[in-house]
């Protein structure tokens, strides 16, 4: 079976997002790896809205600001009902490792503290 890793990103737009992505897919394709790009952040993670992404799905991102993923700040994640959806989310696609790209805030949003 071919292993999977996902990425997102999440928080405010800043330029560079979509070199990262581009990034993380071109170097996982090269290791025969799938990507999974998880839309608008943790509420794409959560509402399980992702796409797969080939190499040729991150070409001609370089020069455009933002994240062609989409992001979002998604207040649920804070909720553990919503980290555990998110968790199922990721085992059930069989996904390996989780890319967050983002500052402090996607840092904090992916900090699971039991309740």
Known sequence: MKKKLA??????DAPG?????RAVVRTANFYNLEVIGFKRGYKGLID???????SND?????????TFLL?????????YKYRKIAYENLKNLNI??????????SFQGYIFQRV
């Open 58 to 66: 991150v070409s001609g991102f370089l020069n455009k600001g933002g």
């Open 7 to 12: 990425v997102l990103t999440s928080g405010g």
């Open 17 to 21: 997002l979509n070199a990262v992505i």
């Open 48 to 54: 399980n809205d992702y796409t797969i992404l080939s």
């Open 71 to 79: 992001t979002s700040r998604e207040p649920r994640f804070k909720d």
């Open 96 to 105: 390996q490792a989780l890319f967050v790209i983002g500052g402090n805030g």
